[in-house]
T-cell receptor, first 113, second 115 residues
Framework: QKEVEQNSGPLSVPEGAIASLNCTYS??????FFWYRQYSGKSPELIMS????GDKEDGRFTAQLNKASQYVSLLIRDSQPSDSATYLC?????????????FGSGTQLTVLP | SAVISQKPSRDICQRGTSLTIQCQVD?????MFWYRQQPGQSLTLIAT?????????ESGFVIDKFPISRPNLTFSTLTVSNMSPEDSSIYLC????????????FGQGTRLTVV
């Protein structure tokens, strides 16, 4: 049974701070890693994908992957109240295909004005 | 990313009835996925729908309860049959983005309440 674990939160940070979201996965053969943002009552929105060890930056978002430690993280710099949402970590299996996507339970983030 | 239109966006249904959810994509895709998100929980894959063949169901989900159609490369339906209050969830349609097919995108979801 493939597992994806996230800090359940809730996580609160002040506006302008760095929010750090963490995720671990059990399948050592996993190939593709994603962060989705889900606003309350809305569907998940893909915000970051990462496939190789190291950091990947996109605007205020940085995804970090460490396959040896089976660990993925998402950093949100200069957090804004509009970043308040649930963040879902998702991991594929060894094929890397979205057909094998497993989601974590999500971390609820609140950015306080 | 593909534009995925799902309807209805929400519905309130009587127990024992069935609801069919439609998912339309603006481009041809090989695989379409149906997920369930129960209140306060994460996403669980119900089944994978491939055009021209029967859907592949995940453990805990059966065709009699969740029949799926995939008549062409841009459309699929999921039926929730003989509903009970435990079926109250958000149901989400998802597709892969070609050519790598590693990223999944979601429709806006159907919020189902069974009373």
């Amino acid at each position: 049974q493939k597992e994806v674990e996230q800090n359940s939160g809730p996580l609160s940070v002040p506006e302008g701070a760095i929010a750090s979201l963490n995720c671990t996965y059990s399948d050592r053969g996993s190939q593709s890693f994603f962060w989705y943002r889900q606003y309350s009552g809305k569907s998940p929105e893909l915000i970051m994908s990462i496939y190789s060890n190291g950091d990947k930056e996109d605007g205020r978002f940085t995804a970090q992957l460490n396959k040896a430690s089976q660990y993925v993280s998402l950093l949100i710099r200069d957090s804004q109240p509009s970043d308040s949402a649930t963040y879902l970590c998702a991991v594929t299996g060894s094929s890397g295909s979205a057909r094998q996507l497993t989601f974590g339970s999500g971390t609820q983030l609140t950015v306080l004005p | 990313s593909a534009v995925i239109s799902q309807k209805p966006s929400r519905d309130i249904c009587q127990r024992g009835t069935s609801l069919t959810i439609q998912c339309q994509v603006d481009s041809q895709v090989t695989m379409m996925f149906w997920y369930r998100q129960q209140p306060g929980q994460s996403l669980t894959l119900i089944a994978t729908a491939n055009q021209g063949s029967e859907a592949t169901y995940e453990s805990g989900f059966v065709i009699d309860k969740f029949p799926i159609s995939r008549p062409n490369l841009t459309f699929s339906t999921l039926t929730v049959s003989n509903m009970s209050p435990e079926d109250s969830s958000i149901y989400l349609c998802s597709v892969e983005r070609p050519p790598a097919n590693t990223e999944a995108f979601f429709g806006q979801g159907t919020r189902l309440t069974v009373v």
